[in-house]
């Protein structure tokens, strides 16, 4: 099942898997230094046609202060901020409650409406577009970030609660038992027990969330429609002119886009580790 390690005196052959390793890494990072050299070309540099070469000026500064003053980028920054925290919040909520109740208080019909959550997650998006584009009309919700948090809500919770439903049935039932005896009730239960084992199942969920909404196109276009709604996906887009584009700018942008998952990643590791690590140590 597992490929087999390569030995030590097999010289040539761990030569061979180290130039594969490094020739697929590069190809796979050839995109990314494409766009952070492009990203400090200056505007005469494109104007010349040097997209693929060293600059030979640069404009860092000036195309990364462009993205906020030449363009509305600071409008969809806000715009998917307004939509990306509350949909992780919300869905972290429901997941974490429904979670529970499915995994430790089975009731008739609940594995029936755990198939439910676990169905949805096989559904193309592509085809909901109509029926989720009709509803958030007749809801009153279409070209408002309120769209948007609505839907991520209600895609990402089906993941989610098959994620939490299956990290808190693997919790001990000794803990539940002596929680119960103690008299306490579902409520206290889950706040005193349950959410604090499960922080590193949550912190890798809002790190999964975080990063599945904050970089979602599709959901961006079909339900929005004026740059006042817009998150930062949909927005890059419209940076493209009709026959002239800056891609000096749009590298920057597309940069700045990528630091809040990233940075998400970073601010949340330190809370993954220390859940993971939570008790391993006596004392």
Do not use: C
């Amino acid at each position: 099942m597992y490929p087999r390690p390569i030995p030590q005196t097999a010289v040539g052959l761990r030569r061979a898997y180290m130039v594969l390793v490094i020739a697929i890494l590069v190809l796979w990072l050839a995109p990314l230094f494409a766009i952070l050299l492009t990203s400090a070309r200056s505007t005469s540099d494109i104007a010349a046609g040097n997209l693929w070469g060293w600059p030979t000026q640069f404009g860092l500064i000036d195309n990364y202060v462009g993205v906020f003053t030449q363009t509305p980028m600071a409008r969809f920054f806000a715009n998917s901020l307004l939509i990306t925290v509350p949909a992780v919040v919300f869905v972290l909520a429901l997941s974490t409650l429904a979670g529970f109740v499915l995994s430790k208080y089975p009731f008739r019909g609940s594995m029936l409406v755990f198939a439910i959550f676990i169905g949805g997650n096989f559904l193309p998006a592509q085809i909901m577009m109509i029926p989720v584009r009709d509803l958030m009309v007749r809801l009153g919700l279409y070209d408002t970030t309120w769209a948007l948090i609505v839907f991520h809500t209600a895609f990402q919770t089906g993941f989610a609660t098959l994620f939490m439903r299956n990290f808190i049935a693997a919790l001990p039932k000794e803990l539940f038992e002596a929680a119960r005896a103690e008299g306490a009730s579902p409520t206290q239960i889950l706040i005193h027990v349950v959410l604090p084992l499960v922080r590193p199942a949550l912190a890798a969920l809002a790190i999964l969330l975080f990063t599945f909404i904050w970089n979602d196109y599709f959901w961006a276009v079909v339900l929005t429609l004026s740059d006042t709604v817009k998150p930062v996906t949909a927005g890059l887009a419209n940076l493209r002119g009709q026959y002239v584009s800056a891609w000096n700018v749009i590298s920057a942008a597309t940069v700045i886009v990528a630091v809040p998952p990233v940075a998400m990643f970073f601010l949340m590791q330190r809370h993954f580790i220390a859940g993971l690590t939570m008790g391993a140590v006596k004392g």
